[in-house]
């Protein structure tokens, strides 16, 4: 994502485990399509020659995410960490992304456990929250889209911010 980016063009990550955001794979790792959290290393993006444009931020989601600035406004968001969380990084990424931005949370189906009434595990239940507070908020439209994988099945949810900061 680091390279596709325009010049000014940057790249935040927010991880919580030191180990992912230290720990030095590959060059080649670093190309694939990313799996593993370990990928989004500080020193992989270094050993890429991309640390102008990327950078990790070590902490707590929840705390780290009040410490961004709005200015200049993000234009993607991509939520994938713990999914008990997910309702409030989706808030916190309203007062980020520009009108037009897209923010986009991963593993929204879980083999049907989200649609599943009898499971009430925390993270069940802050995808539910998620996709309540999605349907509340008038500025933006969403759609699920289905992936299948040697995970099972699951899915995405693609928000389009139509009013945006
Ligand atoms: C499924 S992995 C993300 C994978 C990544 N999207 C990729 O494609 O490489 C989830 C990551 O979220 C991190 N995480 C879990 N809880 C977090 C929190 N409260 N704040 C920040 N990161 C967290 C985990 O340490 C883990 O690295």
């Known amino acids: 994502m680091a390279k596709t980016l325009p010049e000014g063009g940057e790249l935040i990550s927010l991880e ?3 180990k992912h955001a230290k720990v030095r794979l590959s060059l080649r790792l670093l190309l694939i399509p ?4 370990a990928q989004i290393s500080e020193e992989n993006i270094a050993h890429a020659g991309l640390s102008s444009k990327a950078k990790v931020l070590l902490g707590p989601a929840l705390e780290t995410l009040p410490t961004l600035s709005p200015s200049p406004p993000f234009d ?6 713990d999914k008990d969380n ?3 990084y989706f808030q916190h990424a309203r007062k980020l992304v520009r009108t037009g931005g897209v923010i986009i949370v991963d593993n929204v189906v879980r083999n049907g456990r989200v649609a ?3 499971i009430t595990t925390s993270d069940i239940l802050g995808i539910r929250k998620l996709l309540q507070i999605i349907k509340e908020d008038k500025g ?7 992936t299948v994988g040697d995970k099972g099945y699951d899915g995405f949810t693609y928000i389009l911010v139509r009013e945006g900061i």
């Not at 993607?76 to 960490?81: C, N, P, T, Y």
């Open 140 to 146: 933006v439209e969403a759609t699920t889209i289905a």
């Open 76 to 81: 993607l968001v991509f939520i994938d960490a």
């Open 16 to 18: 919580v485990n030191p």
């Open 34 to 37: 990313l799996t593993d959290p």
């Open 86 to 88: 997910n309702g409030p």
């Open 116 to 118: 599943n009434p009898e």
